[in-house]
């Protein structure tokens, strides 16, 4: 049997074409992924030792969170990706750091890998319908 809610989240899904669209977006609404969560790589990503962290944040205790974006479903290798990043940055600052991995949908496997590990979190996101404002100027 299909599951029509799982259908709707995979369409919604496809609305981010590309990880830099979903970058933009979730910059502005980082708090939703967790209360106090703030950016602090002024934009930009921040190079580690196994690559390029999507999004370096803080949390309200002061720990650092790797954040790693993948469009769609996430892909094979990308839970080694964000913890190999989380890793490199906890030796590079001597601090605690949490692992988030944000995508449009987990694999049984990913799920099941991601409950061995520790301080990682998965996160999966959906697009609203699209909304429209007033027309400017007003239709008459």
């Known amino acids: 049997m299909i599951n029509n809610t799982s259908n709707r989240a995979r369409t919604r899904a ?3 074409d590309y990880e830099w669209e979903l970058k933009v977006q979730l910059r502005k609404v980082l708090d939703r992924l967790e209360p106090g969560l703030e950016a602090i790589d002024f934009g930009q990503e921040r190079a580690v030792a196994t690559g390029k962290i ?3 944040a803080r949390d309200s205790q002061g720990n650092y969170v790797a954040i790693e974006l993948k469009v769609g479903a996430c892909p094979a290798g990308a839970l080694e990706q964000v913890l190999g ?3 490199d940055l906890e030796k590079e600052t001597g601090k605690r750091c949490k ?3 944000v995508a449009g949908e987990f694999s049984p496997r ?3 890998a991601a409950s061995r590990a520790t301080d990682i ?3 999966p996101y959906q697009v609203e ?3 429209f404002g007033e027309s ?3 239709y008459q």
């Open 14 to 16: 496809r609305l981010f």
């Open 54 to 56: 999507d999004i370096t």
């Open 85 to 87: 990043y989380a890793a």
């Open 99 to 101: 692992a988030f991995l």
């Open 110 to 112: 990913i799920i099941s």
């Open 121 to 123: 979190r998965l996160i």
């Open 129 to 131: 319908e699209l909304e």
């Open 136 to 138: 400017i100027p007003p």
